[in-house]
């Protein structure tokens, strides 16, 4: 096992804690416009529906709204988190307690774009796939996605996979995987 590298560990057993939790989330987190939605790859945007087939469309409309959730970070990094990608284990590893998160897609838009390709185009981050360590308050990212321009479709300018090397960070207080830690972590405080 290396030090600081990611230990595979069973998540919560109680899938529907997480639920709970996502219907309890903050009015803060809860207010993303359905422009500010991101429409790349994972889900695209919902059309615009005619009034003759506006009762047919409300509740796909509606599902995707609920889909996704904005948070803005300390530092001013808007994300979007998608509630369906969240998928607790039901097994814990043997001889351990302590719960890990696992999820997938979270957009991340840096406000002024200051990651760049060599020829100065702004690039949107996609993280794929993120551990959260709740005994141990850090993170690990596992895959992640890099994109020529925000909102953008198609293919991905590349794609990380860090796998067993991946080395875990610990969680900033204000950052949206802080604010993930805690709605799904349930470490006793001391």
């Known amino acids: 096992m290396k030090t600081g590298g990611w230990r595979r560990q069973g998540a919560i057993a109680a899938t529907i804690l997480a639920v709970a939790q996502w219907a309890a989330m903050p009015a803060f987190a809860q207010t993303a416009s ?11 945007a ?3 529906v005619p009034a003759a087939s506006a ?3 409300v509740s796909e409309q509606s599902s995707s709204a ?3 959730r904005r948070f803005v970070g300390a530092t001013g990094v808007v994300s979007y988190i998608d ?3 969240v998928k607790p284990q039901v097994e814990a590893a043997p001889g351990s307690d302590t719960p890990t998160v696992h999820f997938r897609l979270l957009r991340n838009v840096l406000p002024d774009f200051t990651i760049k390709t ?11 796939q993120v551990v959260l360590d709740c005994a141990q308050r850090t993170y690990t990212v596992i895959a992640q996605t890099l994109y020529r321009a ?9 794609q990380i996979r860090y796998g067993e090397d991946a080395q875990s960070r610990s969680l900033r207080e204000g950052s949206v995987f802080d604010w993930i830690a805690g709605r799904f972590c349930s470490v006793p405080r001391q």
């Open 34 to 44: 359905s422009s500010a939605v991101p429409s790349a790859n994972a889900t695209p």
């Open 46 to 48: 919902t059309p615009a």
């Open 55 to 57: 009762t047919a469309g």
């Open 66 to 68: 609920d889909r996704w």
């Open 83 to 85: 509630r369906q990608s």
């Open 118 to 128: 060599a020829d100065g185009q702004p690039i949107r981050s996609s993280v794929k």
């Open 150 to 158: 925000r909102n953008a479709s198609g293919n991905p300018l590349y």
